[in-house]
């Protein structure tokens, strides 16, 4: 009988996971502070079965070394450490971005998705979340072509103007690897959706607020704490206090596990392009995306306090 249970016990396990969608989170985490906060709401989000946790380069910085996948790596590393899930594998990224082609170099990141994309089917696929440039992605297609029908790709990327189909490319994540983000577009077998920074903008995080929230969850509070207020904005001179954070990669992770928080519709892909269909989320509704965004972190920290 106690035989029985057990292997009831573990085909229920097996069944959840199966129902669960299955991403890998493909970040610049060392490029800002938004990423570490999507990465920790992936991490809790009980719709998701995380698989790993990949990092993209962002050359274009101010701030970029000449190996920014791995300080993206080294950071991914310390959260999944601090929440304990120390099993999910991390993956460092193609340190440049694509120059052609023709002539790509794979990496341990792009290797793995191509790997996970494998084990996949195309009634339940791998979900590739791209915080930051799509040399990962590019990179792992153009490997092997063959996983296309088995995944989906959500890009946080370039600004939109959906009244009237307008795209603007000149974005961080996209100027970060160009020729990726056109191999992506120009791909008609890629089933592709994008929350776009025109979208994503409009979620901003409070300081007063996020900090008493973090304080419960010791000692990644105190990291997450830490990240925020030491970075420095490169990119602005407003808000020198750091009391306000647009956190646009929270956005895209949020509307994927909560769709009905999100507005999303389909448009042709920009003027030069091959002419094909692509999604791009047009609306979200911040404050709701918040209250859920800290519901789950809440339930994670009683669920420590409870073990």
Same mark, same amino acid.
């Given at each position: 009988?106690?035989?029985?249970?057990?292997?009831?016990?573990?085909?229920?396990?097996?069944?959840?996971?199966?129902?669960?969608?299955?991403?890998?989170?493909?970040?610049?985490?060392?490029?800002?502070?938004?990423?570490?906060?999507?990465?920790?709401?992936?991490?809790?989000?009980?719709?998701?079965?995380?698989?790993?946790?990949?990092?993209?380069?962002?050359?274009?910085?101010?701030?970029?070394?000449?190996?920014?996948?791995?300080?993206?790596?080294?950071?991914?590393?310390?959260?999944?450490?601090?929440?304990?899930?120390?099993?999910?594998?991390?993956? !460092?990224?193609?340190?440049?971005?694509?120059?052609?082609?023709?002539?790509?170099?794979?990496?341990?990141?792009?290797?793995?998705?191509?790997?996970?994309?494998?084990?996949?089917?195309?009634?339940?696929?791998?979900?590739?979340?791209?915080?930051?440039?799509?040399?990962?992605?590019?990179?792992?297609?153009?490997?092997?072509?063959?996983?296309?029908?088995?995944?989906?790709?959500?890009?946080?990327?370039?600004?939109?103007?959906?009244?009237?189909?307008?795209?603007?490319?000149?974005?961080?994540?996209?100027?970060?690897?160009?020729?990726?983000?056109?191999?992506?577009?120009?791909?008609?077998?890629?089933?592709?959706?994008? !929350?776009?920074?025109?979208?994503?903008?409009?979620?901003?995080?409070?300081?007063?607020?996020?900090?008493?929230?973090?304080?419960?969850?010791?000692?990644?509070?105190?990291?997450?704490?830490?990240?925020?207020?030491?970075?420095?904005?490169?990119?602005?001179?407003?808000?020198?206090?750091?009391?306000?954070?647009? !956190?646009?990669?929270?956005?895209?992770?949020?509307?994927?596990?909560?769709?009905?928080?999100?507005?999303?519709?389909?448009?042709?892909?920009?003027?030069?392009?091959?002419?094909?269909?692509?999604?791009?989320?047009?609306?979200?509704?911040?404050?709701?995306?918040?209250?859920?965004?800290?519901?789950?972190?809440?339930?994670?920290?009683?669920?420590?306090?409870?073990?």
């Amino acid at each position: 009988m106690l035989y029985l249970r057990i292997i009831f016990f573990f085909l229920f396990i097996q069944i959840s996971k199966a129902q669960k969608v299955k991403v890998i989170i493909d970040a610049d985490t060392a490029n800002e502070v938004d990423d570490l906060f999507a990465i920790l709401g992936a991490l809790t989000e009980p719709k998701f079965d995380v698989v790993g946790l990949t990092t993209s380069q962002f050359n274009t910085s101010p701030y970029a070394t000449n190996n920014t996948p791995l300080e993206s790596k080294i950071i991914n590393d310390s959260i999944i450490s601090l929440i304990g899930y120390e099993s999910i594998p991390s993956l !460092m990224g193609q340190i440049d971005p694509i120059s052609n082609l023709d002539s790509i170099t794979s990496s341990d990141a792009s290797n793995f998705i191509v790997k996970k994309a494998k084990l996949t089917s195309k009634n339940n696929p791998l979900n590739i979340i791209v915080l930051g440039s799509c040399t990962n992605i590019a990179s792992a297609i153009i490997t092997d072509p063959s996983i296309l029908d088995k995944i989906k790709v959500y890009y946080l990327g370039f600004w939109h103007n959906p009244i009237i189909n307008s795209y603007n490319l000149n974005e961080f994540n996209t100027r970060n690897d160009p020729i990726a983000v056109n191999f992506l577009l120009n791909n008609p077998d890629l089933d592709l959706t994008v !929350m776009s920074a025109s979208t994503s903008k409009n979620l901003v995080f409070n300081k007063v607020d996020v900090f008493s929230k973090l304080a419960k969850l010791d000692n990644l509070g105190l990291y997450l704490i830490d990240r925020w207020i030491s970075f420095n904005r490169w990119w602005t001179n407003d808000d020198k206090e750091n009391n306000f954070w647009v !956190m646009w990669d929270v956005a895209l992770v949020e509307a994927i596990a909560n769709q009905d928080i999100s507005t999303k519709e389909t448009f042709d892909t920009p003027d030069g392009y091959t002419k094909r269909k692509i999604n791009i989320y047009t609306k979200i509704d911040p404050e709701t995306i918040k209250q859920r965004y800290w519901k789950k972190i809440e339930r994670y920290t009683n669920n420590l306090s409870n073990e």
